[in-house]
């Protein structure tokens, strides 16, 4: 369990993945993300294994009710570089807007630079995901680069933004 000021974040359940199918098949939760297939509950599991069985950490955001808002992650995860990437998804939509986005982004970069003692976090996001990207950079990250029409998606090509945090340029 990793503590925040508004979200605790414990590692996530087979239990809990009834609610990722769900929030994983609303068109309003996956607008902006990179990769959001529509996946059941058969296809979710093996998601799940997939990722148990390697270095990739699943983790589910609680609010101060103790209930399930969302699931993050890290991926990536390489120690000769001390680097990983990070994404997060508050699959309530009624969460958003509450603090918890940005809460657990400086939860996550506090557990990943002090207890894991990594370098650099680093991750994607769609250009036009402007609270994504507000909740990015009030933590610290920077915009490092855009890949231009990058994906297809929703009738049309969207661009992506890489930004990333260093340890010694964050500022907890
Ligand atoms: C994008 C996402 C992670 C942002 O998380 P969030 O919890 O909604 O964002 P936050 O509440 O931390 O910040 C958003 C706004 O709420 C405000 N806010 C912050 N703390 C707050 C609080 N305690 N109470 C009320 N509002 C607050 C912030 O000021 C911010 O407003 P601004 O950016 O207009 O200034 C979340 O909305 C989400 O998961 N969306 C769907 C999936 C997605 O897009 N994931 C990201 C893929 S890269």
Redesign the pocket.
Known sequence: MIEGELVRLRALERSDLPAVVRWMNDPE?TK??LSAPLYGLEEMEQWYNDHRGSDDRLLAMLDERGEMV?YCGITRLEWEERRCNL????GERNA???????DTVRTMLRYLFEEVNLHRVY?T?DEE?R??I??YERCGFRREGVGRSARFKNGRYRNDVTMAVLREEWNP
């Open positions: 939760v902006y993300l969302g994404w997060l998804i508050i958003w807007n509450h603090g918890y986005g940005t991750l996001v995901n609270r994504a507000g909740v």
